[in-house]
């Protein structure tokens, strides 16, 4: 998911096409949307365990105010809302990191 006042990808390679970004409330309904059906999909008896920790990790790019709220958010869904305790994987990439100089 891409977060922040202004959207950038920051030249980040997939997160034009793979992120979901954060700037509106419908913005902000489809991504728990997604967040609930990755949980739901990886609570299938057929899923593979990678195939689950594939589904469960979750990368915000843009490590800033934003994008660290929008990590403590998914992380108090997951495990006080859902209370599902899994072992879900959640990283914050700062743009900083992979700004080219």
């Known amino acids: ?5 202004e959207t950038n990808t920051f030249g980040i390679k997939g997160v034009q096409e793979h992120c979901f970004f954060f700037k509106t409330i419908e913005d902000a ?6 967040i609930s059906e990755c ?3 990886a609570a299938l008896p057929n899923m593979s365990d990678q195939e689950r920790q594939k589904l469960l990790s979750f990368v915000i ?7 660290i709220e929008v990590a403590a958010e998914i ?4 495990f006080e809302d859902l209370k599902v ?14 700004t080219a100089v």
Do not use: I, Q, W
């Open 29 to 34: 309904n489809k991504l728990r949307k997604r």
């Open 39 to 41: 949980f739901e999909r």
């Open 75 to 78: 992380h108090d869904l997951v």
């Open 61 to 67: 790019c843009g490590g800033g105010p934003t994008g």
């Open 85 to 98: 305790g899994c072992s879900c994987s959640l990283t914050a990439v700062p743009a900083a990191s992979h």
């Open 1 to 5: 998911m891409g977060v922040g006042s």
